[in-house]
């Protein structure tokens, strides 16, 4: 029989105190959560390193950019529709412009990478 390497006061009553809280989580952060566990298990540091990469994908939350973007952005699509392109290629740059209203993934996962580093 094994021995435990670190002993937890009460344990179960904190286990006990921290359920009854009912905490709820959303679906994104449940499924941060089984990816973090299950990084552990990975065979490869590459493979734990796109899990983890993924999970900050995960919970990083995109924002609206300024409204002075916004601005400009409008204005391009006012562009694009008094232009002589296809009805085909209009719909797909005002789609493409659509994408530029919300901070890139990237850039919400600096941000998040960065708050969580400082604390």
């Not at 286990?15 to 990975?42: G, V």
């Amino acid at each position: 029989m094994g021995t435990a390497i670190h002993s937890i006061p009460d344990y179960q009553e904190k286990i006990r105190q921290l359920f009854q809280r009912h905490l709820s989580i959303d679906s994104k952060k449940e499924l941060a959560l089984h990816l973090y566990t299950t990084s552990h298990f990975e065979q490869t540091s590459l493979n734990r390193f796109l899990r983890l990469i993924t999970i900050v994908e995960i919970l990083s939350i995109r924002q609206k950019v300024a409204d002075e973007v916004m601005a400009v952005i409008s204005e391009f699509k006012t562009a694009v529709a008094a232009s002589t392109l296809n009805e085909d290629g209009k719909e797909k740059l005002v789609d493409r412009l659509n994408e530029l209203e919300t901070e890139s993934i990237s850039s919400t996962c600096r941000a998040l990478v960065s708050k969580a580093w400082r604390g």
